[in-house]
């Protein structure tokens, strides 16, 4: 009864969240969302979503949990190295009681918080969009569980749907921007001729 319960909250959960996620068309917006629903989801005190250009390489690194003047004491994200990789080249879930005790494990760079446990998931898009979705230490001091790994698979499913409606959106617009320009310049030849 118990787990049936929490099952229930769960999707409950996902329903919500998947619907915030889908309820926006701008891709930047989108993004930001899917990473504080995250860690909504499962608990994660912090978050961060990862957009990987086609060779491989960060092209953005959207976080959550950490304030602006932490993000940027941090600095850049870093390119892919150590334990980020597997999940970033290799597509593999990966969840980690302990990241520096992880066979690839780099460390991580100065001023960045305290970060043991990480929970990391693919998000897997129809469009260019490439990413993963990764969060790290519980809030209330527990380990991830294979039930918050299950939840977070789920959500980038939800997630992928949402970052594809908001990539055909932009296109939309990019082809009635282009059209449009493209009917005033043949009435300026009209007009001209």
């Known amino acids: 009864q118990d787990r049936l319960e929490r099952r229930n909250r769960e999707l409950l959960a996902l329903h919500t969240a998947g619907l915030d996620v889908a309820s926006e068309l701008s891709l930047e917006i989108v993004l930001n969302k899917v990473v504080e629903q995250a860690r909504n989801l499962v608990g994660g005190?912090?978050?961060?979503?990862?957009?990987?250009d086609p060779e491989g390489n960060i092209k953005e690194f959207i976080t959550s949990g950490v304030t602006t003047e932490?993000?940027?004491?941090?600095?850049?994200?870093?390119?892919?190295?150590?334990?980020?990789?597997?999940?970033?080249?290799?597509?593999?879930?990966?969840?980690?009681?302990?990241?520096?005790?992880?066979?690839?494990?780099?460390?991580f760079p100065p001023?960045?918080?305290?970060?043991?446990s990480l929970l990391a998931v693919p998000v897997t898009c129809k469009s260019p969009f490439l990413g993963n979705i990764y969060l790290s230490e519980?809030?209330?001091?527990?380990?991830?569980?294979?039930?918050?790994?299950?939840?977070?698979?789920?959500?980038?499913?939800q997630a992928s749907i949402a970052i594809d409606n908001a990539h055909l959106h932009a296109q939309a617009e990019e082809i009635a921007t282009a059209r449009e320009r493209l009917r005033i310049a043949h009435e300026m030849h009209d007009g001209i001729a």
């Open 111 to 116: 001023n960045h918080p305290v970060m043991r």
């Open 45 to 52: 005190k912090y978050g961060a979503l990862s957009v990987i």
């Open 138 to 157: 519980k809030l209330d001091g527990s380990l991830f569980t294979p039930d918050d790994e299950e939840t977070l698979e789920r959500f980038a499913v």
């Open 70 to 107: 932490e993000r940027a004491a941090i600095g850049p994200p870093r390119v892919g190295h150590g334990v980020l990789a597997v999940t970033l080249i290799e597509g593999q879930h990966l969840r980690l009681a302990n990241v520096a005790q992880h066979p690839r494990s780099a460390g």
